[in-house]
């Protein structure tokens, strides 16, 4: 009976760490949403208009939630072929940063797709963050790259280093994802500059990078990186 309460538990206590809003930004740091409940994803982008106050968020697509285990969510497949897709995802913050590494294969069962999903090795380098409103809402409080130093730089491009090895292998199984490596990379250190304190997707002046250029310290890191030599 114990072994049955806790295989019964396991999708709930799923649900209640995903349910509810999520929100993200996208390359260009505009911002989207994502709700998830029992049944739905519902993902949102935000309208903007010439009447600031009348901005609002717009679904634009709903995708079955098929299963929510511990730490996998499975969904139904729209785009055709097989029928599921999965992601693996950790919660970090107290629960207010989730972190989603989408698998981008189809699956023919729910099982598989799990699987897949619990073997997936790139899930630190591809994962997108999301944010609990209450926890966006304070990084707009947050400094922006404006006021970034040359040592937090430093710390940033020093974990960018750490997944060299990552971004090889990604590439080597799928030769496809080499352009989405820009992608894999900026959200690093996006997730980085949260650590140290910093907002990256607060407007500022200009390119963040551009003051630190012509720093030959900084020049030499990244002159060494990866993906710069992939995109």
């Given amino acids: 009976m114990r072994l049955l309460t806790i295989l019964i538990l396991l999708p709930v206590i799923g649900l209640a760490q995903l349910n509810g809003e999520w929100i993200s930004h996208d390359q260009s740091n505009t911002k989207k949403k994502m709700v998830i409940t029992e049944g739905w994803m519902i993902m949102y982008s935000f309208g903007y208009t010439d009447v600031p106050e009348n901005a609002k968020w717009n679904a634009y697509d709903s995708i079955p939630v098929e299963s929510i285990d511990t730490d996998v969510l499975v969904i139904g497949n729209k785009k055709g072929g097989d029928g599921y897709s999965a992601a693996k ?99 690093i250190m996006n997730r980085s500059f949260i650590e140290l304190g910093y907002n990256p997707y607060k407007m500022t002046e200009g390119w963040f990078y551009k003051r630190f250029m012509d720093d030959p310290d900084i020049k030499k890191m990244m002159d060494k990186q990866i993906h710069l030599k992939l995109n």
């Fill in 89 to 187: 995802y950790t919660l970090s913050n107290n629960g207010s940063i989730l972190t989603l590494a989408k698998l981008r294969k189809g699956y023919p069962t729910i099982d598989e797709a799990t699987k897949a999903a619990n073997e997936y090795a790139y899930v630190d380098l591809t994962g997108e963050q999301y944010y609990t409103p209450s926890f966006n809402a304070k990084l707009e409080n947050r400094k922006s790259l404006d006021e970034l130093t040359k040592p937090d730089l430093i710390s940033v491009i020093q974990r960018l280093q750490a997944y060299d090895k990552d971004i090889e292998g990604l590439i080597n199984e799928d030769n496809r994802m080499q352009r989405m490596i820009f992608y894999f990379t900026q959200r």
